[in-house]
């Protein structure tokens, strides 16, 4: 089976323009998770998708972040606008709804330079 | 979800069992301990996740204590390709939880 796919794999921007990020889960994954790691600090976790609906959002940084999940496929992950802080790699990560847990399936991140 | 402590960093000879230790003293019963890995800018990789009983599938071995306050991941003939950060994390027994990430430990295999 394909596994998590994200796109772009780089983005580089200039502070103050929009970026989306895409995630396309696993086939069938309910479960759809964003994380981000910032230079030199802990992985993240920013927010977590049932199908379309955010079941927590407890770590999105402020208002510039917008995350969907339109029809409970593919989510975006948008910045707008971009500050220098953002810079980092943003990981997408999905799993299927079953009793007991499953573990997470990561995709290989977008890494995100804004100058 | 329960804190783990790792060390750091650690080094192993390639070839030989590689034994990377977690400490959870604060775990729940409902709680399980994943681990995962990664390697340098890749994706985090999934390797095991047990909650009572050891456990070993194609990549490690989770021996987990039967206090469940500590657990070790195992991997039996460590190659290059084994250097990576390693997570040791608990995760409660609830479908779609996310997972919390720490500092986990560096471990250098070197031939």
């Known amino acids: 089976e394909a596994g998590v796919t994200q796109f772009p794999s780089h983005s580089v921007i200039e502070k103050g323009q929009t970026v989306t990020l895409r995630c396309d889960p696993i086939?069938?994954?309910?479960?759809l998770y964003w994380y981000r790691r910032v230079m030199g600090k802990e992985i993240k976790f920013l927010l977590h998708?049932?199908?379309?609906?955010?079941?927590?959002e407890s770590g999105m940084p402020n208002n510039r972040f917008l995350a969907e999940r339109t029809g409970g496929t593919y989510s975006t992950l948008k910045v707008q606008p971009a500050e220098l802080e953002d810079s980092g790699v943003y990981f997408c990560a999905s799993s299927p709804i079953r009793l007991g847990n499953s573990p997470l399936h990561f995709g290989n991140g977008t890494r995100l330079t804004v100058t | 979800d329960a804190k783990t402590t790792q060390p750091p960093s650690m080094d192993c000879a390639e070839g030989r069992a590689a034994n990377l230790p977690c400490n959870h003293s604060?775990?729940?019963?409902?709680?399980?301990v994943y681990w995962y890995r990664q390697i340098h800018s890749q994706g985090p990789q999934y390797i095991i996740h047990g909650l009572k009983n050891n456990e070993t599938n194609e990549m490690a071995s989770l021996i987990i204590t039967e206090d469940r306050k500590s657990s070790t991941l195992i991997l039996p003939h460590a190659t290059l390709r084994d250097t990576a950060v390693y997570y040791c994390i608990v995760r409660v027994e609830r479908t779609g939880t996310a997972l919390i990430f720490g500092k986990g430990t560096t471990l250098s295999v070197s031939s």
């Open positions: 998708f049932v199908k379309e609906s955010k079941q927590d």
């Open positions: 086939s069938g994954h309910d479960n």
């Open positions: 604060t775990i729940s019963g409902n709680e399980y």
